[in-house]
């Protein structure tokens, strides 16, 4: 395991050359570099196995089902740390664990055993001393070690690639099959449904929308592939310092509390000024200050402990769940289910929060009398980690121009503000070196989503640089230092220079 401080920095540095590089969508892009990254780790570690086999191979005297020793041994060198990693982090099986640790053990071991058969076929054939073959007799291409080690490389890198792209191929048939069940739902969450679809001000055009479509909706999390959770089977355990231990099905949470309803503006803690990691969706649960009622929380308790499927784990002060009741234990995203890559089948939501302090995949909630660090706080983030208010230019709408009264020619300029649950009060554009000047802004879908500001700028030709500034409720303003995402969430003024 890699110490935090060093995930932590590869994290964000990640996320910087995603950004700087215009490289695509941050966490689609970011987990497809994680498997390229596992992929080509996992390569070169069997090509440099594979080195070492070879060498032990060609020194070896051993024949017959003895020479396969050395390959065994090469197996369990691989597949061994494999399976304590898979103990720990078996989340997509769905097959008993001892059964995914035979199976692990034994491909190592006939990838062994396969790499001795190949060398032994492949290598210089050796001739017999005392038989003698006229040189039309030998029919077996000789080849030397270099042009061996880039036959096999090129076969090992080709059976590499169609692994990798059949199992491309088959999660993107079941990222399909989600999406056929998102767009059947799509009608409960058009536009003219929203609370604030009588809103007078219309988002300047190319502004993104204002809610975020599921398929869309940015996902940030410890795996390259999220747990597959039998929903059936799933069970919420809740323990430690509580009167009534329970144990919830999701048709228990569902069916014995009442469901809130709340739209909701989620951010990662790794986001850029201007980034894509935050989404906007309607959350559906239960609310936790419900649930633990019915535990009956002893007196003494201070802190709730979460852990999830994924290994993920992250403590919440019971100060807070108390003073703040729409946190709630989520099971619907969008009007259904959580989807497996978002949380199956339970979540927290905590406003105000970044999504580092909500997990997802919720199996165990313990009461306790103490605080601990969460899996991200270990690895050097903030522990409040609170959100930061943000504002962002998302388009100056130059092929959408607007005339006013005096025939004044007017380019629509919009974006997004956001400061967790503490509102927006305003925003201002400035443009150049101009002065800062006051923008239009949208009722938002609720006190805890991102509002949608607009401001239509007088038309002047030429290079111009617009900037963008946001205020909380309360009237404090963003923070205009820049300061990276690590570790407390990135701060600065967002800029966008445009030639119009």
């Keep these: 395991v890699l110490p935090g401080d060093v995930i932590a920095r590869g994290i964000d540095t990640m996320v910087e050359v995603i950004d700087r590089g215009n490289l695509g969508e941050t966490s689609s892009t970011g987990k497809t570099l994680e498997t390229i990254l596992a992929l080509v780790t996992f390569l070169v570690g069997g090509v440099v196995g594979s080195r070492v086999l070879f060498a032990v191979l060609n ?13 065994l041994v090469l197996g369990a060198a691989f597949g061994l740390p494999m399976i304590l990693i898979s103990r720990s982090v078996n989340v997509t099986a769905t097959a008993p664990a001892e059964v995914g640790f035979v199976w692990l053990l034994t491909s190592f071991f006939g990838w062994g055993v396969a790499l001795t058969w190949v060398y032994d076929r492949l290598r210089e054939p050796m001739i017999a001393p005392d038989r003698v073959i006229s040189p039309e007799t030998i029919t ?7 042009q061996f080690l880039v036959r096999f490389g090129a076969a090992t890198a080709t059976l590499t690639v169609i692994g990798a792209g059949v199992g491309l191929y088959l999660d993107r ?20 449904n929203l609370p604030n679809a009588d809103a007078d001000l219309e988002p300047a055009p190319g ?9 869309d909706h940015y996902r940030i999390d410890i795996n390259l592939r999220p747990p597959e959770i039998n929903g059936d089977e799933w069970r919420l355990r809740i323990g430690g310092m509580v009167d009534n231990p329970l144990t919830l099905t999701i048709d228990d949470i569902k069916n014995n509390y009442p469901a809130m309803d709340q739209y909701v503006t989620l951010a990662c803690i790794s986001n850029r000024v201007g980034g894509d990691l935050t989404s906007t969706t309607l959350w559906t649960g239960a609310s936790l200050q ?16 979460i852990t999830s499927e994924d290994g993920f784990y992250e403590t919440v002060a019971l100060d807070l769940i108390n003073s703040e009741p729409r946190i709630m234990l989520a099971y619907h995203w969008d009007g259904i289910p959580l989807l497996y890559k978002h949380g199956f089948p ?10 580092m302090k909500q997990p997802k995949w919720i199996t165990n909630i313990e009461v306790m009398d103490h605080d601990e660090d969460g899996y991200w706080i270990e690895r050097g983030w903030d522990k409040v980690a609170r959100m930061r208010a943000t504002s962002v230019i998302d388009v100056v709408a130059d092929d959408a121009p607007l005339a006013d009264e005096a025939g004044q020619t007017l380019i629509p300029i919009g974006g997004i503000a956001h400061a967790g649950a503490r509102g927006i009060s305003r925003v201002e554009v400035r443009v150049d070196d101009g002065e800062w000047t006051e923008t239009q802004l ?8 991102w509002v949608i500001w607009r401001y239509d700028w007088p038309f002047s030709g030429g290079e111009h640089t617009f900037a963008v500034r946001c205020y909380e409720g309360d009237g404090t303003p963003q923070i205009a230092e820049e300061n990276p995402a690590l570790p407390s969430g990135a701060t600065g003024i967002h800029t966008m220079t445009r030639e119009v």
Excluded at 59 to 71: F, K
Excluded at 140 to 146: A, D, G, K, S, T
């Design 59 to 71: 020194r070896s005297r051993q024949v017959g089902s003895a020479r396969y020793i050395p390959g």
């Design 140 to 146: 077996v291409e000789q080849i030397n070690r270099r």
């Design 173 to 192: 048939r079941e990222e399909q099959q989600y999406l056929a069940r998102i767009r059947r739902n799509r009608e409960a969450v058009m536009p003219e």
């Design 207 to 215: 502004t993104r929308p204002e809610y975020t479509p599921l398929e």
């Design 290 to 305: 419900e649930i633990l009622g019915d535990a009956g929380v002893q007196s003494g308790a201070t802190h709730l402990k």
């Design 346 to 355: 339970l979540r927290i939501y905590i406003p105000d929060l970044y999504g």
């Design 442 to 449: 949208r009722a938002p879908l609720s006190e805890t989503t």
